[in-house]
T-cell receptor, first 118, second 112 residues
């Protein structure tokens, strides 16, 4: 079964400092992995997606994530935080194509709330 | 512009009432999903549909019902059997297996 663990429920950084949001996953197959961002009272927006191509994935707004199979991790990073990055971030794993009946069903971590101080 | 439209944004329900949340997409996506979001719990899948006239229960389907009579529409009914319905509800869609899922802006349901 798929599962996702976001290791920190809250992360606080100062503007201009690096951001690290940690995610570990469990999957019986080669997974598709995603990071989504949610601003207050809004839907979720895709930041980036890993689907077995390059292990370092670049996303929008300067975010990137590295897939490490040996560590079953998919941590999200950004070199320099901006005030507009304050939001909740979700790490997500998907059933791979052709496996089981759920066909692309997503499994969500519990989220990491990122606070950015001026 | 293509997208997913959820309505209403805010809804209040009296105990014992059924309410229906609307979800419409013009992305021509086959698959549609309903998620419930509670603070600190991420998103939990209520129902999903991979094709018109077909849908499956997710992890927390009790007290909810759906229909998929048209490709564009996937309404969610929160019935009186749902004991704790106050939550943020998100509708989503994707073209099919392995593809990125796109989300609507969500609907807040509060029981008064």
């Amino acid at each position: 079964a798929q599962s996702v663990t976001q290791l920190d429920s809250h992360v606080s950084v100062s503007e201009g400092t690096p951001v690290l949001l940690r995610c570990n996953y469990s999957s019986s197959y080669s997974p598709s992995l995603f990071w989504y961002v949610q601003h207050p009272n809004k839907g979720l927006q895709l930041l980036l997606k890993y689907t077995s191509a390059a292990t370092l994935v670049k996303g929008i707004n300067g975010f990137e994530a590295e897939f490490k199979k040996s560590e079953t991790s998919f941590h999200l990073t950004k070199p320099s935080a901006h005030m507009s990055d304050a939001a909740e971030y979700f790490c997500v794993v998907s059933d791979p194509v052709g496996r089981g009946s759920t066909l692309g069903r997503l499994y969500f971590g519990r989220g990491t709330q990122l606070t950015v101080w001026p | 512009d293509g997208g997913i439209t959820q309505s209403p944004k805010y809804l209040f329900r009296k105990e014992g009432q059924n309410v229906t949340l609307s979800c419409e997409q013009n992305l021509n996506h086959d698959a549609m999903y309903w998620y419930r979001q509670d603070p600190g719990q991420g998103l939990r899948l209520i129902y999903y549909s991979q094709i018109v006239n077909d849908f499956q229960k997710g992890d927390i389907a009790e007290g909810y019902s759906v229909s998929r009579e048209k490709k564009e529409s996937f309404p969610l009914t929160v019935t009186s059997a749902q004991k704790n319905p106050t939550a943020f509800y998100l509708c989503a869609s994707n073209p099919g297996a392995g593809n990125t899922i796109y989300f609507g802006e969500g609907s807040w349901l509060t029981v008064v």
